[in-house]
């Protein structure tokens, strides 16, 4: 990994001018343009101005520091001061070569394991169900599990833990309909498109007749109170609805490590309150036992007049089975931005609980929206449903493949290739964005062979792929043993993007982000295009060079392959 290598060379450097070396460590980075060196340090400028001397010549000290280091001499081909004291970095091509060559040979890549590994546990997907899964489930699920991988390659444990809504008061409404309007033939038949039907039933009741609204509300209540009725039904409903979710995470290629849902908690909310209220946390407000915070008028509710418990009730008990069970250093939570409040109010409470150590975040996302920039509904205004969105990206993966009359896909790899690149290109869509921003639905870009999509990347991959097959090479046996050279400025560009695999990694690890490594998958696959118009792989002069050369091509590869499996999107062989 370049960044970390160049940051141990200036650590023991800046620490002989400043207590804080790791602030000013942070201050390296790439070079926005390959004129003026790899990597550039601005610390210099912050520095002087605490020294009391001109930034220049800090930079200067610092520079002629770094020149006593062997590791520095050969690592930098040249370092210079330019403007009001950056230090601009040049690598060696040497040193670059050395650091792919162990690449090549690496299982990782060269990405090493995490030196103090943590454990997170990663809270997302968690859908409410009864449901048919829909559009806004997307989001959570695929970021989550984006996160959950990388986060493992670099060596954390992870727990991830499916929050379900499963004892929500969808339940009560379905348990009015189901008790006055059942279908048993079709719910033979279909269960959840029969449990979706009672559920609208009692909505559209519900919003006419106040008595009907009641009456959920009390179908509900008998639920949590452990109503032997209500709960035989509820068992008697869950595995249809654990198998409905279970057929979109299939489809998703998305596992969990638990599945804890709201009812798994349901006994331990009474201890919940209690211990709030003996802490003093919770106090009587109206008949509800609520938490209040210091500048905030609306408190956290943890228990209603008429005795039920919260969500956020549930949120505190999972919270201390967690710490219990897993002891984490991190807990995310992969959920829409609508409810920061909530976990605001959340975490304030488990800090007042007295946990400071473990770190919290809410790990929020935008909304998708539809072509006119509204959340995206289908055209008569209902939800969009996960299957047919699903089916679509993959019809259309599909057809664009049997237009192209050039493809070399065999016809029994036609339906699997189609669905990598379907289910590839809507993953990609979405972990593409800054995941706090809002992002229109398109099926065109998204499927787009051109730009920063999941099939051009993918078609990059099948590219560099059938280099190895056209040449009769082996290429498992050229990354063991070639030895790189680097002339051309493109291989050059080439290998430095290939060595930053790691950093775009902690980039993610760091805020919860794959953009940073879909954006880096983006790049490197521009500097493979330029490499390969520009420097000959098969028919390179020497044999040596095409050795090279095909040794930086499979590391492309795999590359590719493993960021696009971080990002849960599988490769394919031929496009
Ligand atoms: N089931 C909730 C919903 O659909 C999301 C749960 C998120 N996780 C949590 N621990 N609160 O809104």
């Not at 060269?110 to 990663?122: E, H, M, R």
């Not at 490590?257 to 209220?277: A, C, I, M, W």
């Not at 098969?538 to 492309?556: F, I, M, N, P, Q």
């Amino acid at each position: 990994m370049i960044l970390s290598t160049i940051e141990h060379v200036f650590r023991p450097i800046l620490s002989r001018y400043t207590d804080t070396p790791e602030k000013f460590l942070g201050m390296i980075s790439r070079c926005a343009d390959a004129k003026f060196g790899d990597y550039q340090a601005n610390f210099a400028m912050p520095l002087g101005k605490i020294l009391g001397e001109k930034p220049r010549d800090t930079a200067q000290k610092i520079l002629n520091d770094v020149c006593e280091n062997p590791l520095a001499e050969k690592m930098f081909e040249k370092i210079d001061v330019a403007g009001p004291g950056f230090l601009n970095l040049t690598l060696r091509a040497e040193w670059v070569a050395e650091q792919l060559e162990c690449a090549a040979r690496d299982e990782r890549l060269g990405v090493p394991s995490a030196a103090d590994p943590k454990t997170y546990v990663i809270d997302y997907s968690s859908p409410n169900v009864a449901k048919p899964m829909h559009v806004g489930h997307i989001r959570s699920t695929i970021i989550g599990d984006s996160v959950c991988r990388t986060l493992r390659f670099l060596g954390h444990h992870v727990v991830s833990d499916n929050h379900l809504g499963d004892w929500g008061t969808q339940f009560g409404m379905i348990f009015y309909g189901w008790k006055h309007y059942l279908d048993e033939k079709k719910f033979e038949e279909n269960p959840i498109m029969e449990l979706l039907r009672l559920y609208r039933i009692a909505r559209e009741e519900m919003d006419s007749n106040e008595s009907v609204a009641d009456e959920c509300r009390r179908e509900t209540e008998r639920l949590h109170a452990g109503d032997p009725e209500n709960l035989a039904l509820w068992n008697r409903i869950m595995p249809h609805c654990l198998a409905e979710i279970d057929r979109a995470y299939a489809r998703l290629d998305i596992s969990f490590d638990e599945t804890h849902g709201e009812s798994f908690y349901n006994d331990r909310l009474p201890g919940v309150v209690q211990l709030l209220k003996e802490k003093g946390l919770a106090v009587e407000s109206n008949g509800a036992v609520c938490v209040f915070f210091e500048g905030r008028e609306t408190p956290m509710i943890v228990q209603k007049k008429d005795g039920a418990y919260l969500y956020a009730t549930t949120d505190l008990a999972t919270f201390f089975y967690r710490m219990e069970n897993f002891n984490p250093d991190a807990i995310l939570y992969v959920v829409d931005h609508r409810q920061s409040e909530h976990f605001q109010m959340l975490f304030k409470t488990i800090r007042m609980l007295g946990y400071e150590d473990v770190d919290l975040r809410h790990v929020s996302f935008g909304t998708i929206l539809g072509e006119d920039r509204t959340p995206f509904k289908t055209r008569s205004g209902e939800t969009v449903g996960l299957d047919g969105l699903l089916d679509e990206a993959v019809e259309r993966a599909r057809a664009a493949i049997l237009q192209n009359p050039t493809t070399t896909i065999a016809p029994e790899d036609l339906d699997e290739t189609s669905r990598r690149i379907g289910i590839g290109a809507l993953k990609y869509a979405d972990l593409s964005q800054n995941r706090e921003s809002d992002y229109i639905f398109s099926y065109d870009k998204m499927l787009s062979l051109n730009g920063n999509t999941a099939a051009y990347m993918q078609y990059a991959y099948a590219r560099v792929r059938s280099i190895f097959s056209r040449g009769g090479f082996d290429p498992n046996e050229v990354a063991s043993s070639s030895k790189i050279v680097l002339t051309h400025p493109a291989e050059r560009a080439l290998a430095i993007e290939l060595l930053r695999f790691g950093e775009a990694l902690e980039g993610v690890a760091k805020d919860f982000r794959p953009n940073f490594l879909s954006s880096y998958l983006y790049e490197l696959a521009n500097r493979y295009s330029s490499f390969f118009e520009n420097c000959p792989v098969l028919r390179a002069e020497e044999d040596a060079v095409r050795d090279s050369r095909l040794t930086l091509c499979d590391l492309t590869a795999r590359t590719i392959q493993k960021g696009l499996g971080l990002l849960g999107i599988q490769t394919v062989e031929k496009m």
